[in-house]
Every structure is written in structure tokens, then in C-alpha cells.
């Protein structure tokens, strides 16, 4: 579940989406389109004459309403302020790089590759380098002419040598105004729509931007009421704030360690403690922002706000805001934080009984040691933590949704940038990627999972092995998806999730300041984790008992004759009544092959006697 969406003015002009166009009948190019433009809204050299703006006006986002302001001047130079009320976000880039400070307090400095070379495509368009005809940068072609709200548009596409990202501007084949931009960047879509062109200084300027961004469902729209040029701006404003937010304090020393958690079904649950209630939470660094059970955050009083839409692996969904009050973890002490709600968190999670999840929010204060075998977890002061061990230290910069981008690589050929995610059971690749290689060709076992976003269907495949820095792994199982989606799993920027199936072979730290990932070997590094060798997925049904959820295809429960809906009375003679728990029969279905049960199970209101006899499925 990953949210996290922001537009900035200044990258505005950065990249796709191919057009549906007629034919042109007059000859024009696509560098005299863009000069008539340039001439129609004032002209090359005013606009090259506007060197600092401040912008300012409303703002909506999704369910949110707020205000906007931008300074911007040359070269890339800009700061962004989005404020909601119960949450803001400030971005800004000080010509060295580009940073972000979210609505709890927290400074990122984005030094990630597509941040980088979209940062220098900003610059060579602030140069106006894509007017050249003859640019070793950008290329540009006159796709037809398509009609946008009833006006007929010039479609100029725009590709670069610097990444795949593509643009397409619409100008009016009438008085030559940019009326639309369509960006495609890997991930996503933004299409934009600009109107309310008001004249300030001799150039006219949109006042009125309108944007959409697929596949993600979100919708942004800003109406401005001011718009100064060549204004006085203090160079620090472009700066990121001097100190870093330090909403929390170690109860002892610099730092709580060897704190136990519990690992259930390849996740990571802590006990975190609210008004002296004890409570489990999942450990989830590909939350942008921590969660916390709807009706939980109503049971402490808290009152939601606003209305947002977030992402998960697959599907997007809708969330809500609330103040969570001080809360410990062992050894810590949390100030207030604004976090994300969700209605039927607690539901997603058989067991532990789980309230919440913690985010990046959480873990970004510190540097993490998780060690998987020992199931005990660590946080580090990152001002005074210094790493003595012998393990494997990977530059990692923080992607746009604040997970770590790691290169690992597949049976030494699938090579490429994965996201680090904490919050995931296994390892699995991304759409495009997996049907770029026809894995979805490949023979595996499908199963269904659940996430934030509902449930999606995906297929497990055994890969011969993954090297991760120094370290290599064999017979790994990875995971694709079935369909693109809405999720994390329809970008490209990275190829897949690295999550816990994989990282339960380690000690891992997480260091957010110096944007690192280490890797030591843990005591189960050449352990082989017991699997399913059943094909069943079982889940809880309405009257308590488990529930068949799922049967995959040509495995030994399908060929046992399971059927999904089948509640489980049963298992050799003995009654699930007395030991009801979903977890404890999951392990039953991962014991050797040839292990055999009887199952009794209702179906239809009839009951049925099955035999499963457990088979290696890889």
C-alpha cells in the first residue's frame, strides 16, 4: 500500500501517451507549433525575462481542500507548499538537488536516478533546449490533430535521451494556447488540462490546471489567484529546513535494541502501546504514511478527517486521517503524529489481532536491525550509530514513495532495481516486467493474496536463483501477478518486491539518513523455510470456522476434490473446534509430502469426506 503523489510545477513539462490523431492537411512542424505558442502567450522574450514567480491559490486533491503556494526561479529553484489543514507537504529543490518534508516533519532528500535525470530534463527545458531542432536531448514530431473539449489541438510528442519518459501537448490550431498535457512516466499518468489564461506582464498564464493521474484514481486541481514575476526571493527558501524533525526520545541511551516481535505468515508484528493499552502493529516500510484501524482510532477517541486515495500492490482505496496520540514502543517514546485510517484494517489479519501498521514515518526516524531468525528488531539513534559488522552495505537511494531501490538479480539474467518492502510475504515481480520475460508461461501455482486494495490473484514460480549484494539464494520462489492493476505492481521504475521470504535469511539494517541498506547473513541463511504443499488457502468464515478461500488448479487439493466456500468440520477425527486457528492449519499444510489428512468438511449443507495427501509443488 504505497500513497504518496505530488505535481510540481517545475517538473510539470516531463514526459507520454500516444494520440489518436487525424491527419494534418496544412504542412507545419512541431518546432513552428511551438514557437506560434511561445508568440501567442507573449513571446520568447518576456518569458525568458521571468526569472522568479510566486504563485499562490486553492488546491483539491482526491477529498481534500487547501491552499497552494510556489516559488520558482532559475536555475531549478522552486519550493511548493500543499496544506490541507490535517496534513501538508512541502517539496523544494535548492539547484543541487530536489527534497521533501512531509506533514510530520520528516526531510527526504530524493537523490534517486529518475529524480536525477529528470532533474537535468527540467533544466534543459528551463534553457528552452527543446526548441532546437538540431538537440541531442529532445526529439520532437507532430502526431495529427485530435479535438479536446470541442477544440481542435496540434499533438507535439516529446521523447528525450536522458529516460523513457514521454510528453504530449495539445495546442490549439486556433490562437495556438496549450490546452492539454499528457506525461507518462513509468508508473504513472498525468493528464493535465489548462484554461483561465489571464494576461500578467504581457504573458498570459493558466490559471486553472486540472490533472488526473492513472492508474492511481486521483484527481488535482489547482485554481490560482495570484501570480507575481520577478519577485524578491531570499535564496534559503529553496533550501530544506537545517534540523531534521526529532518527534521522539530513546527512554535509554541512544538506542532500544533486541526488542522481540512476532513473525506470523512472513510478517513482522511489535506490541506499541496507547493510553496503556497493548496492542500489535505490522512493520510495513512500503507505507508512505503508518495506518491505523478505523474503528480502533474510534475506540481512542480519535476523530478521522479528509478523504484520500492510496495504493497497495494491486488496487487503490480509500483513507482517512487522524491525530494519533503519544504512543511506546519498547525503549521509545513517540510524540503526536498524523497517520492514515483505514475501515477494516483489523480484518485483513488472522492473527496476531492486528490495529495498525507502522510506515515509513515510524522507521525513517531511525536505522532498524531486524534480525529475522532471532525475531527481534533494533532501532539506532542515526546521528550517533556506527556499523563495525562484516556485512554487505548497499547504496540504496529512497524512490518518490519512500521505499529503498535495490539491485538484485535473477538466475543471473533478470537483473534490475527491486523495492525493499517489509510488508510483503514473498518476493514478486511487477507486471511489465514479468510479461515483458512471458513468465506468465512459466508452469507454478496460482494463489489468491489480500491486500489494502482488495484481493488480487497472482502465480508462484520457482526461479534458480537470486543473487542479492553478496549473497546468493537458491531454488527461490517469486511471485507474479495476474493482471497490471492499479497497485505498486503496474510500475516499471523497479522490476519487483523484495519481502520477506527472502529476507528471513538475514540480518538487515535500514538507514534512512544515509539512505542504505546492510545485509548480514543470519543463523537461518541456508535454511529452506517449509512451504505449502497443498494448494489450499484458508481463511476464516462467518461462523468462526476456516474456510476454504481458494483451491489452485492441478494441485492435490483440487485433484483431492476441494472447492472454494467449503468450511473445514474436521481434520483426521479430530474437531476444529478445539483448535480453530488459521495459522496453526496453514503449518499442517506444510509438512513433508506424503503426509495425509482426512478433512471433513460442510458443503452445501451436506458434508463431505476428503483425503489430502501432501505433494512437493515445486
Known amino acids: 500500500m504505497k500513497f504518496l503523489l505530488q ?3 517545475a517538473l510539470l513539462f516531463i514526459l507520454f501517451l500516444r494520440a489518436d490523431c487525424t491527419a494534418l492537411e496544412d504542412p507545419v512542424g512541431p518546432y513552428e507549433v511551438f514557437s506560434k505558442y511561445y508568440n501567442a502567450i507573449g513571446g520568447l522574450k518576456k518569458i525568458k525575462a521571468e526569472n522568479a514567480i510566486y504563485l499562490e491559490g486553492r488546491i483539491t486533491f482526491d477529498g481534500l481542500d487547501g491552499t497552494y503556494k510556489l516559488w520558482s526561479g532559475r536555475p531549478l529553484h522552486y519550493r511548493s507548499e500543499e496544506n490541507f489543514g490535517i496534513i501538508n507537504l512541502t517539496t523544494g529543490d535548492n539547484g543541487q538537488f530536489s527534497w521533501m518534508v512531509d506533514t510530520n516533519g520528516k526531510i527526504q532528500i530524493q537523490r534517486d536516478e529518475e529524480t536525477l535525470k529528470r532533474r537535468k530534463i527540467a533544466k534543459y527545458f528551463e534553457n528552452f533546449e527543446h526548441l532546437n531542432s538540431d538537440s541531442e536531448i529532445f526529439t520532437l514530431t507532430l502526431e495529427g490533430v485530435e479535438k479536446i473539449k470541442e477544440t481542435d489541438c496540434y499533438v507535439i510528442k516529446t521523447i528525450n535521451t536522458i529516460n523513457d519518459d514521454i510528453c504530449l501537448d495539445y495546442f490549439s490550431t486556433i490562437d495556438f494556447y496549450l490546452i492539454k498535457s499528457i506525461i507518462k512516466q513509468p508508473d504513472i499518468q498525468i493528464h493535465t488540462l489548462f484554461s483561465d489564461y489571464r494576461d500578467i506582464n504581457g504573458v498570459k498564464h493558466s490559471f486553472y490546471e486540472e490533472a488526473e493521474i492513472v492508474p492511481r484514481d486521483k484527481k488535482k ?29 530513546f527512554l535509554k541511551d541512544e538506542s532500544s535494541e533486541d526488542i522481540p516481535f512476532l513473525f506470523v505468515e512472513n510478517n513482522i508484528f511489535i506490541p506499541l502501546t496507547i493510553n496503556d493499552e497493548r496492542r500489535y502493529w505490522l512493520l510495513d516500510n512500503g507505507a508512505s504514511m503508518s495506518v491505523i484501524d478505523y474503528d480502533y482510532a474510534s475506540s481512542l477517541g480519535l476523530k478521522p478527517e479528509g478523504r484520500i486515495k492510496g495504493f497497495g500492490i494491486e488496487k487503490t482505496f480509500e483513507l482517512s486521517f487522524v491525530k494519533l496520540p503519544p504512543f511506546q514502543v519498547e525503549g521509545l517514546q513517540f510524540n503526536t503524529q498524523t497517520i492514515f485510517s483505514f475501515q477494516g484494517l483489523s480484518d485483513r489479519f488472522y492473527e496476531p489481532d492486528v490495529v495498525g501498521i507502522l510506515g515509513y514515518d515510524f522507521l525513517s526516524r531511525f536505522v532498524t536491525r531486524i534480525d529475522y531468525s532471532n525475531q527481534n528488531i533494533s532501532f539506532y539513534d542515526p546521528e550517533t550509530f556506527i556499523y563495525n559488522g562484516k556485512g554487505c552495505v548497499l547504496d540504496t537511494p529512497l524512490l518518490k514513495d519512500r521505499t529503498f531501490n535495490i539491485m538484485m538479480t535473477v538466475d543471473e539474467k533478470y537483473s534490475g532495481k527491486w523495492r525493499l518492502d517489509l510488508g510483503a510475504f514473498d518476493v514478486s515481480f511487477h507486471f511489465s516486467f514479468a510479461n515483458k520475460n512471458n513468465f506468465q508461461d512459466m508452469q507454478g501455482i496460482d494463489r489468491v493474496s489480500t491486500s489494502l486494495g482488495g484481493k488480487h490473484f497472482e502465480r508462484t514460480l520457482q526461479f534458480k536463483t537470486i543473487q542479492l549484494g553478496d549473497f546468493t539464494i537458491t531454488d527461490p520462489l517469486i511471485s507474479i501477478p495476474y493482471e497490471k492493476g492499479s497497485g505498486s505492481s503496474s510500475g516499471s521504475e523497479s522490476i519487483g518486491n523484495i519481502g520477506n521470504s527472502l529476507l528471513c535469511h538475514f ?59 467449503d468450511i473445514i468440520k474436521s481434520i483426521n477425527n479430530i474437531d476444529i473446534k478445539y483448535n480453530p486457528s488459521i495459522v496453526t492449519l496453514q503449518k499442517l499444510l506444510r509438512e513433508r509430502a506424503g503426509t495425509e489428512y482426512t478433512f471433513r468438511v460442510l458443503r452445501d449443507g451436506q458434508t463431505e469426506k476428503i483425503k489430502l495427501t501432501l505433494q512437493d509443488l515445486f
Open 7 to 9: 505535481i510540481t510545477t
Open 507 to 565: 540480518v538487515i539494517y535500514l538507514d534512512y539518513e544515509r539512505q542504505q541498506i546492510i545485509i548480514e547473513k543470519g543463523r537461518d541463511f541456508n535454511k529452506s523455510f517449509p512451504i505449502d504443499k497443498s494448494g489450499l488457502q484458508i481463511g476464516p468464515a462467518d461462523n468462526g470456522f476456516p474456510e476454504i478461500v481458494f483451491v489452485s488448479p492441478d494441485s492435490p487439493a483440487a485433484e483431492a476434490g476441494f472447492l472454494a466456500g
Open 221 to 249: 486541481i489547482i485554481q490560482l489567484s495570484r501570480y507575481d514575476i520577478n519577485i524578491k526571493v531570499n535564496p534559503s527558501l529553496f533550501e530544506p529546513p537545517e534540523e531534521d524533525v526529532r518527534d521522539y526520545q
